[in-house]
T-cell receptor
């Protein structure tokens, strides 16, 4: 079946430094999957950060970017300069082409130190 | 717009008791999803309704778990004879339509089975 792998359980970054959170995926369904980054801020519900449904495209939101790399089957999340308010848990996810069932990675907790 | 509402936010049951979790989707959304989050398994899809009809319950445990959507304004997830391994955060999400439309998540219900 489909799966998403996030290798880092927690990442600590100093404020104003750059960030990369790794995500790779495996999709067995026909066609290229839709890819997502969700975020859960402390005390809040899970919310969509960005999505990309076309291979090769880049999605961006709130200063975060992720590029859909179908050759490497990766969808890494990057930000050039993090802020303390970015501290949250980030989930990489996919759904099959035209599908609804979202498969989530294990999540990466980002701690931004002042 | 109040977002997806889930009640209760926390529920504690004794082993063997029944638990019913409620979800009120965003008004106008035709798709409702249930997910379960545990430390071991992460976020897992349970079931999906579209226009109140059950579409996919492939993630639901075959025994003791059932979900219904009696009207467009709420869905319930019922667990009979709860077991300690049912302890988890249960998330409800809704979207305007199925497919890869953005899913909006509720805050979740934390179920603890003693």
């Amino acid at each position: 079946g489909d799966s998403v792998t996030q290798t880092e359980g927690q990442v600590t970054v100093s404020e104003s430094k750059s960030l990369i959170i790794n995500c790779t995926y495996s999709a067995t369904s026909i066609g290229y999957p839709n890819l997502f980054w969700y975020v859960r801020y402390p005390g809040e519900g899970l919310q969509l950060l960005l999505k990309v449904i076309t291979a090769g495209q880049k999605g961006s939101s709130r200063g975060f970017e992720a590029t859909y790399n179908k050759e490497a089957t990766s969808f890494h999340l990057q930000k050039a300069s993090v802020q303390e308010s970015d501290s949250a848990v980030y989930y990489c996810a996919l759904s099959p082409t035209g599908g609804y069932k979202v498969v989530f990675g294990s999540g990466t907790r980002l701690l931004v130190s002042p | 717009n109040a977002g997806v509402i889930q009640t209760p936010r926390h529920k504690v049951t004794g082993k063997g008791q029944e638990a019913t979790l409620w979800c009120e989707p965003i008004s106008g959304h035709s798709a409702v999803f249930w997910y379960r989050q545990t430390i071991v398994q992460g976020l897992e899809f349970l079931t999906y309704f579209r226009n109140q009809a059950p579409i996919d319950d492939s993630g639901m445990p075959k025994e003791r778990f059932s979900a219904q959507m009696p009207n467009q304004s709420h869905s319930t997830l019922k667990i009979q004879s709860t077991q300690p391994q049912d302890s988890a955060v249960y998330l409800c999400a809704s979207s305007l339509e199925g497919g890869y439309a953005e899913q909006f998540f509720g805050p979740g219900t934390r179920l603890t089975v003693l």
